[in-house]
């Protein structure tokens, strides 16, 4: 009787320690980004309503605070940039906005969980840029591409360089 109470007790335990293997859980999509960098602005993939350049610097700042659920960690100003003084807009996680009197003109990303249009992303090597037909110039900044008004600096010579800064719109770049 002890043997059958103890054989039963231990089927008992195996069955809810899952003995028969682990089920897996049903894999989930990943979640769409809140917004997607694009050449003309910022694009909601969820609901299709754009950011775009030229929207007043209020607006658009607090259009992204909403986004990504909080303000700029940072807000600063460069008088001396090529385009003129521009007002800049830094948010953790790599990305940072620029605008030229009181309007949004452009983007910065350095961060590889920034979506960016076209595919492209920070940490990309320059091997896949190229094979994407993209062509790789040397400048006064590095090396530089260029895809449908999206750019990109490489750092690194050869294909084993990796893209380390995307932008669109106004820099503050000095060639």
């Given at each position: 009787m002890r043997r059958r109470l103890i054989l039963a007790f231990g089927l008992a335990a195996c069955a809810l320690s899952a003995c028969g293997g682990a089920v897996e859980a049903p894999s989930r999509a990943p979640a769409a980004p809140a917004f997607q960098a694009t050449a003309t602005g910022l694009l909601l993939p969820k609901s299709g309503l754009r950011v775009d350049f030229g929207r007043t610097q209020e607006s658009?700042?607090?259009a992204v605070t909403k986004l990504l659920s909080g303000p700029p960690s940072r807000q600063?100003?460069?008088?001396?940039?090529?385009a003129g003084p521009v007002q800049f807009a830094e948010w953790p996680g790599g990305l940072t906005l620029l605008f030229q009197n009181g309007d949004f003109e452009g983007w910065?990303?350095?961060?590889?969980?920034?979506?960016v249009s076209g595919g492209l992303s920070v940490g990309q090597s320059r091997?896949?840029?190229?094979g994407r037909g993209l062509s790789v110039k040397g400048t006064s900044l590095g090396f530089e591409?260029?895809?449908?008004g999206v750019?990109?600096?490489?750092?690194?010579?050869?294909?084993?360089?990796?893209?380390?800064?995307?932008?669109?719109?106004v820099s503050c770049f000095f060639r």
């Open positions: 658009t700042v607090l600063f100003q460069n008088l001396e940039c090529g910065l990303v350095t961060d590889k969980s920034v979506a091997a896949s840029i190229e591409f260029d895809s449908a750019f990109g600096l490489i750092e690194n010579e050869g294909s084993a360089g990796q893209v380390s800064l995307l932008w669109a719109g």
